[in-house]
């Protein structure tokens, strides 16, 4: 599942595209954007279901990478089955804590403990899903930009044909006279941080938080 759709990047660029160019963004940049954001948070947002191998180590209480934790279905510790609840093993809490109760997770073996558990967002917030769509129309803006300078066709070498011309004159400023004029660069979004500060203010209440 995607965090946005075409129709959330029409809605902030305002621009109705074509269905080639929506199979490109839906494809390509989409995907690309929604991994950007789920890099910096540090997990898949979508709900899924998701096994880990943890170790132990006499710890109070171990954190999941995936959140939020919307049920766990299994937990194995030294090969033997525990069971939730406040009364019998174990408590876990939606941004993946999962405490153990009266008492510590065994540090007998490494990597002894596994958690079968299924985390994330059925319904993407709306924060997240606006981000992505922005994300994605800063990528397109900037594409449209830069192939608006182009000539119909498919651009070519120059070197192997010199009456070829691809009309790229990325011109970023022009003076005439008095007149100076200084255009946005069409390669912005190509270069630097695709992910702004404005972004990750949106995005700071989801980012996984690691506690040592």
Request: proline share 3%; charged share 20%.
């Amino acid at each position: 599942m995607a965090l946005c759709t075409v129709s959330d990047v029409e809605a902030i660029v305002q621009i109705d595209f074509a269905s080639t160019l929506e199979t490109s963004i839906t494809n390509n940049i989409i995907p690309f954007a929604d991994q950007v954001i789920k890099t910096y948070l540090g997990y898949d947002i979508e709900a899924a279901d998701q096994t880990e191998t943890l170790f132990g180590d006499n710890l109070r209480e171990l954190n999941l990478k995936h959140i939020p934790v919307n049920s766990i279905s299994s937990i194995t510790e030294d090969g033997n089955s525990l069971t939730e609840g406040n009364e019998s093993d174990y408590v876990f809490h939606s941004n993946g804590r999962v405490e153990r109760v009266l008492g510590r997770w065994s540090g007998a073996k490494p990597k002894n403990i596994s958690v079968s558990y299924n985390a994330g967002y059925s319904t993407i917030p709306e924060d997240i899903k606006f981000t992505s769509a922005r994300i994605s129309a800063r990528i397109i803006l900037s594409a449209m930009n830069l192939s608006s300078q182009a000539s119909t066709g498919a651009a070519n070498t120059h070197l192997s044909d010199s009456t070829n011309g691809a009309s790229m004159a990325i011109v970023e400023e022009e003076r005439i006279g008095d007149l100076s004029v200084r255009f946005a660069d069409p390669m912005l979004y190509f270069d630097g941080d695709l992910l702004k500060e404005s972004d990750k203010v949106l995005l700071s209440p989801y980012k996984k938080q690691v506690f040592v």
